[in-house]
Nanobody
């Protein structure tokens, strides 16, 4: 069964950092591009970042470019999102997602499997 489990969320002050992790089973992770999305209260879920199976291709939303870094450790079946210089507007539930191909995608519809999310709250 496909399973993705996010962790690492929490409460942090503006300007601080958090590192999110997304652990998957081998079947969930192997040869799949992965992405991070987020949903703030009262807003639609939006794209944050994505990475190819090899890690050689990465995409970022303009709002996080230069502050967030996506990476993956395929040996550990784990996806990461390093978030620096956090802002109150980064407050959201963050979801990891997996595609059935090796190529990343910015659109939510391109992802087949989703985790349950982890809350990130940035105080001002």
């Amino acid at each position: 069964q496909v399973q993705l489990v996010e962790s690492g969320g929490g409460l942090v002050q503006a300007g601080g950092s958090l590192r999110l992790s997304c652990a998957g089973s081998r079947g969930t992770f192997s040869r799949r591009a992965m992405g991070w999305f987020r949903q703030a209260p009262g807003k639609e879920r939006e794209f944050v970042s994505a990475i190819s199976w090899s890690g050689g291709i990465t995409y970022y939303a303009d709002s996080v470019k230069g502050r967030f870094t996506i990476s993956r450790d395929n040996a550990k079946n784990t996806l990461y999102l390093q978030m620096n210089s956090l802002k109150p507007e980064d407050t959201a539930v963050y979801y990891c997602a997996a595609r059935s191909t090796v190529v990343p995608e910015k659109k939510e519809v391109g992802y087949d499997y989703w985790g349950q999310g982890t809350q990130v709250t940035v105080s001002s």
